[in-house]
């Protein structure tokens, strides 16, 4: 890949309160891209942090009755606790109430007005104090602030402007000519239909009289910098700029801005208009992901509706709760949340696949080899071909995953060879090899199935970590991580090699209904069974709650055959592959499609759906079809999709 660095930047985050899933989610996003780049050989620069000054953080003091900075030193350390329970592994960590960082500040803010670029005016606008930003009349909506939708206040008063204006047609020609700088793509989009409109001077002061806690302007002392100028300038001031100069030239420019899309603006527009005037290269690219939501809401302090990534690590695992949050969540999209469906992902891909041919695989090589790695003859059967295959397609799927932003399918990958590995010890049945003469079939089974867990445990450890190094130690292997190039070559596992026994690496969740974790005014909010059924009665006729339609697991499949069922002109007997599993389906669809006409295709099935015994025949699952007046048309997928991914 690629570069010989890789710098990663989350946003900093508000002192204001303690950290709830999405600082997680965002840190943990640039903590397994950092993890991964690792694995190439890049060197790499992973900054997060803390924004500690502007109104927001001085409100939260002023009610806890403590000084600003004492609410900065109280609340930084939730969130360094935090990252260092989620195993985050940064390399820095900035304050912006640090010397570092103000001095770097206020350099710039005296080279920007010295040549002109900041400028006194007097302001009439509104003001929104949660996102202490000023807007024209015709930005608010329905008279309230456009981002938070919360009253705002007219304010009158003297200020200095950052002449961003005059860098509008740059910055829209900048977007179109580098079409990887705001990504997803439809984020860029929105920030070039933003600059549609003509762009105002940045407003990049707060009087003192009115708000007492930020840098002081070099230049004038009655007034503090605004939050948002200072802030965007820690991804520059942490790695040297104006101080460090041999630093700041071997990180930046950043290879990715990581946000989330509620501070899209500030980052893709406030920000590049920032570095321009200072002379700098743009970051190659600003990657807004989308919210978590609890239903169609987003989840916010404010409605008390968060979810406490303390919480679920202590009750599931750090590990656990790292590999939901990076497979549920598609970049970019928004994603909801839920404890049934973190226990569904949990039981079906760790539990099941997982950690059960983890289990499964170290008792055979127990048992029939003494416990050691088994000398392993050719690799030329077909299922031993079709297995390398899959594994070999998990590692450069990854890679190309990584390059495009999709971690979550490069995942999806990953169990699919694990899934492989079942189907493969399925087919060889190494219980049975166990009872013949000649032990190579046997020890070649086993190899094979040892060999694939070393490469997926060692794709999925930016992931889990933790959990990947307790395979690999079970493997006999080191604790260090793995290389790409290392997890792309077959055999290196040596045989002899001695395993270790581990417990059971993700015991299944029993509970059917636990309650939702919920940050909400301090305390850990559950579930009112009460509350449910009143609710649940008041529930139209008809209409079923996000819950119940949760429990329906859609998934894409690949059908591998299909025929005719004898005595009935409607049903086909179909075979899909589903994630590597094979399944048996019976539909009533033989009057609109030829079994021919199916082989290859991508359907959508209902996967967790009660066997069913059609015309003698067992059909495990449902497809999705529209019915018109034209018949049954099957629901298929829109492209290339790897087969058994969730549909959301």
């Known amino acids: 890949m690629k570069d010989e660095t890789f710098y990663v930047t989350t946003p900093i985050y508000y002192v204001n309160d303690k950290a709830h899933i999405g600082h997680a989610y965002t840190t943990i996003l640039a903590d397994v891209l950092t993890r991964f780049h690792r694995m190439l050989g890049a060197s790499t620069h992973f900054l997060t942090g803390t924004d500690e000054h502007g109104q927001k953080v001085e409100k939260a003091a002023q009610a806890a009755g403590m000084t600003p900075q004492e609410q900065a030193d109280s609340t930084v350390v939730r969130f360094q606790e935090l990252w260092k329970k989620l195993e985050i592994t940064n390399d820095d960590f900035i304050r912006t109430t640090e010397p570092r960082h103000k001095l770097v500040v206020q350099k710039i803010l005296q080279d920007l ?13 509104w003001y929104c104090t949660p996102c202490e930003r000023f807007f024209t009349e015709k930005d608010l909506q329905d008279g309230c602030c456009p981002e938070c939708r919360r009253e705002v206040e007219q304010i009158r008063e003297a200020n200095y402007f950052f002449r961003m204006s005059r860098r509008q047609d740059w910055l829209v020609k900048y977007i179109e000519d580098h079409p990887d700088f705001i990504q997803p793509s439809f984020r860029r989009n929105e920030t070039l239909g933003f600059l549609r409109k003509p762009l105002n001077d940045l407003c990049i002061s707060r009087p003192k009289k009115r708000l007492n806690w930020g840098i002081e302007l070099p230049f004038d002392t009655d007034f503090v910098t605004y939050v948002w100028f200072d802030a965007l300038v820690n991804y520059i001031s942490a790695i040297g700029y104006l101080a460090d100069e041999d630093q700041f030239t ?22 590049p208009t920032m570095l321009h005037a200072m002379g700098l290269p743009m970051p190659k690219t600003i990657f807004a992901h989308g919210w978590w939501l609890l239903g169609d809401s987003k989840m916010s302090k404010s409605i008390g509706n968060v979810v406490n990534p303390m919480e679920m690590a202590d009750r599931y695992g750090v590990d656990a709760f790292r590999y939901f949050v990076m497979t549920e969540m598609s970049l970019g999209q928004d994603a909801n949340f839920s404890e049934e469906a973190f226990m569904r992902r949990f039981n079906s891909d760790l539990a099941n696949d997982l950690g059960n041919l983890l289990s499964r695989v170290l008792k055979m090589a127990h048992s029939y080899c003494g416990g050691v790695v088994p000398e392993a003859g050719a690799m030329d059967g077909p299922e031993e071909q079709e297995l390398l295959s899959c594994v070999h397609q998990a590692a450069s799927g990854m890679e190309e995953a990584l390059d495009r932003m999709k971690i979550d399918q490069g995942v999806t990958g990953v169990l699919t060879a694990v899934r492989a590995v079942n189907r493969y010890l399925e087919q060889k049945q190494p219980w049975t090899l166990a009872k013949q003469e000649d032990k190579g079939p046997l020890h070649t089974t086993l190899y094979a199935a040892l060999e694939s867990l070393r490469v997926t445990a060692g794709l999925l450890q930016p992931v889990m970590p933790g959990k990947m190094q307790a395979i690999r130690l079970a493997l006999g292997l080191d604790d260090g991580m793995p290389t790409f190039a290392e997890l792309k ?15 059971v690496l993700f015991p299944r969740i029993q509970k059917e209904e636990p309650p939702v974790i919920l940050e909400k005014a301090g305390q850990v909010a559950k579930k009112n069974e009460g509350k449910k059924a009143s609710s649940a009665a008041e529930t139209p006729l008809g209409v079923i709650t996000y819950d119940e339609f949760m429990k329906v697991q859609l998934r894409t499949a690949c059908v591998t055959a299909a025929e005719r069922v ?3 002109d409607k049903l086909l007997k179909l075979q899909v592959d589903v994630g590597g599993i094979p399944r048996q389906l019976v539909a009533g669809i033989a009057q609109q499609y030829a079994p021919e006409q199916l082989l290859g295709k991508q359907i959508v099935i209902v996967a967790n759906l009660k066997p ?17 007046a034209d018949g049954l048309k099957l629901i298929t997928v829109d492209g290339a999709a790897t087969s058994g991914v969730p549909v959301r």
């Open 113 to 125: 007005y010295d040549r002109g670029e900041i400028y006194r005016d007097e302001y009439d606008g």
């Open 250 to 271: 071997r990180w930046w420019p950043a290879n990715y801005h990581l946000i989330g899309k509620d501070i899209l603006t500030t980052h893709t527009v406030y920000w």
């Open 489 to 503: 070559e077959w055999g290196l596992l040596q045989a002899g090699t001695m395993l270790r026994k581990v417990p």
């Open 566 to 568: 004898d005595g009935t």
């Open 612 to 628: 069913a015994v059609i015309r003698g025949i067992e059909s495990n699952g449902m497809l999705l079809a529209a019915n018109d």
